[in-house]
């Protein structure tokens, strides 16, 4: 167990529709990393933020937007989905925000795009 | 732009025998490098990593890893391979100056036993 937790394990929706998923960090862990995971894609970093600023940013669609709150946790918002979106969204964290540190991965959020 | 490349989707090695993993990479000056390891139906999970210093990096689960800058190499290895080895094997690279960090596309280890 990593000490990253991700809700829900499991989202089904449809087309169009909005989602948020929500990541916890470890305790003590101040950044924290969006990544999504497909097939044909493999694992591709989202975006980063450090202590509830925005670090730096990947592969973000404009649909896509995330934050992290005063207490850490971090919610991606997801919306006008669309049947590519289905994807495993995983979240990771860190201590700091530099380069050196290995990151924390939860066990993932398993989007279906119907 | 830095990326990062596994060059085989799958590796397959016998119980007992030693295995590798490829990974070059590219980017600008002097790289982070870093192995994870995603078992199924789990996130990924962190092996080792190389900053500096020794070129030999040893890290979780008694593999290591071999650092070689003229080749822009980042091989994983292990002398005698597990079944329970077996998983998706994830190379990644971080430039100094960047945050960003790039995963390659996986390598898929089966160990037969």
């Known amino acids: 167990d990593s000490g990253v937790t991700q809700t829900p394990k499991h989202l089904i929706t449809a087309t169009g529709q909005r989602v948020t998923l929500r990541c916890s960090p470890r305790s003590g862990d101040l950044s924290v990393y969006w990544y999504q995971q497909s097939l044909d894609q493999g694992l591709q970093f989202l975006i980063q933020?450090?202590?509830?600023?925005?670090?730096a940013k990947g592969n973000i669609l404009e649909r896509f937007s995330a934050q992290q709150f005063p207490d850490l946790h971090s919610e991606l918002n997801l919306s006008s989905l669309e049947l590519g979106d289905s994807a495993l969204y995983f979240c990771a964290s860190s201590v700091w925000e530099g380069a050196l540190n290995e990151q924390f991965f939860g066990p993932g959020t398993r989007l279906t795009v119907l | 732009a830095q990326s990062v490349a596994q060059p085989e989707d799958q590796v397959n090695v016998a119980e007992g025998n030693p295995l590798t993993v490829k990974c070059t990479y590219s980017?600008?000056?002097?790289?982070?490098l870093f192995w994870y390891v995603q078992y199924p139906n789990r996130g990924l999970q962190f092996l080792l990593k190389y900053i500096t210093g020794d070129n030999l990096v040893k890290g979780s689960y008694g593999f290591e890893a071999e650092f070689n800058k003229s080749q822009t190499s980042f091989h994983l290895k292990k002398p005698s391979a597990l079944v329970s080895d077996s998983a998706l094997y994830f190379c990644?690279?971080?430039?100094?100056?960047?945050?960003?960090?790039?995963f390659g596309k996986g390598t898929r280890l089966h160990i037969l036993p």
């Open positions: 980017v600008s000056g002097n790289p982070y």
């Open positions: 990644a690279v971080r430039a100094r100056r960047d945050d960003k960090i790039i």
């Open positions: 933020y450090y202590n509830g600023e925005e670090r």
